[in-house]
């Protein structure tokens, strides 16, 4: 009930006024069933902006230190975070990861909408980082189709580290269904996981027009903040995403930046995460 009235009657309507979002391809997202709404990750505005243009609700996967801060403002954010059909999405790694997971897949399996951003934080340069791999684990034990979407200029709505946001127009793309069921009995397949995550990623790459780093945002974040990075994250290979249909990548948005047009890598030669796939 809190998520349709602020929905509809409050935050809804204020932010339509102010923002002026505009959208394409809306009518991509199935009027019923399970899907995986897979989006780029400017802002940790997306969750906000995303879901209001969407008519049927959507559960994100939200990183789990939204739910445990201490004091007012904590306590106040895991309210709001709970009462926006958000789940706590463990980035650890290991059991705790899976138990996120495991959670994703039950809002699939009762047929509702799951969000969740693939780089698995938000980009600190506006770039559209590698993907990990829990989206695909997700689509192919579920069996569900993955519908893209790029959000585009939120970065500018509200960067990193910015409290009061500026008052633009933000806007988003939601591409065609992508249907994995090619791989149905391949679920637990780690290549096979590797090599859809890549289409997912190189679909977000041409539906925004951003340019892709062949990296985990998250080692970039350590790295710019000087901090240890996790040695075993840092020295797997990378992986460049794989075009399809020799589709070359290109900008659907009015975006301002082209991408950078990474060649295709030959698919299923890379170790992986673990799956974790969260929000920042």
Known sequence: MFYWVMKRIFLGPVLKLLFRPWVKGLDNIPAAGAAIIASNHLSFSDSIFMPL???????FLAKSEYFTGTGIKGRLTAMFFRLTNQLP?????????????????????????LGI?????RSPDSRLYRGKVGVARLA????????????IGTDKVQPIGKRLPNIRRIGM??????DFSRYHDQAEDRLVQRQVTDEIMFELMRLSGQEYVDEYAAVVKLRLAAKPLDSAVDAEPLATPVPLDGIQPGPE???GA????????????QQDDGG?????
Do not use: C, W
Not at 53 to 59: C, I, K
Not at 173 to 178: A, C, L, Q, T, V
């Open 253 to 255: 948005a009015d975006a």
């Open 117 to 121: 951003y693939p780089e698995g934080t």
């Open 140 to 151: 192919l034990n579920a069996g569900v189709p993955v519908v893209p979407v790029a959000m």
């Open 53 to 59: 243009m969407v008519r049927r609700p959507v559960v």
């Open 89 to 113: 999405m463990d980035r650890s790694g290991g059991a705790a990861s899976e138990a996120s997971l495991s959670a994703g897949m039950d809002v699939l399996s009762h047929g509702g909408l």
């Open 258 to 269: 082209a991408p950078a047009g990474p060649q295709a890598a030959e698919p299923g030669k």
């Open 173 to 178: 793309i939601f591409g065609e269904p992508m």
């Open 276 to 280: 974790a796939a969260a929000t920042a």
